[in-house]
């Protein structure tokens, strides 16, 4: 079972940046999907950023152009620049179907 350990969120002025940070247990490029997801409070969870195995990156459009994915064999990041309050969420990053724990992402105006 693969285990996913996120870090990297916190409180951020509207324009600023953060980087995202999911490491796993095992290879992350042995798995079919990878990315990441986020859920306003009392939203639904949205896809933020995905990459299926032998794929592109695919980004949400409200991301586009601020939002980065990559991707090392046992770490995911995304790095978060000219945040907006509208982006504030948890955060959590998906290694085939196992989720991490989540890491709060506040972007105050």
């Known amino acids: 079972q693969v285990q996913l350990v996120e870090s990297g969120g916190g409180l951020v002025q509207a324009g600023g940046s953060l980087r995202l940070s999911c490491v796993s247990s095992?290879?992350?490029?042995?798995?079919?999907?990878m990315g990441w997801y986020r859920q306003p409070s009392g939203k639904q969870r949205e896809l933020v950023a995905n990459?299926?195995?032998?794929?592109s990156t695919m980004l949400a459009d409200s991301v586009k152009g601020r939002f980065t994915f990559s991707a090392i064999a046992n770490k995911l990041s995304l790095q978060m620049d000219s945040l907006k309050p509208e982006d504030t969420a948890v955060y959590y990053c998906?290694?085939?179907?196992?989720w991490g724990q989540g890491t709060q992402v506040t972007v105050s105006s």
């Open positions: 990459q299926i195995r032998g794929g």
């Open positions: 998906k290694v085939g179907d196992v």
């Open positions: 095992q290879n992350v490029f042995s798995f079919n999907t």
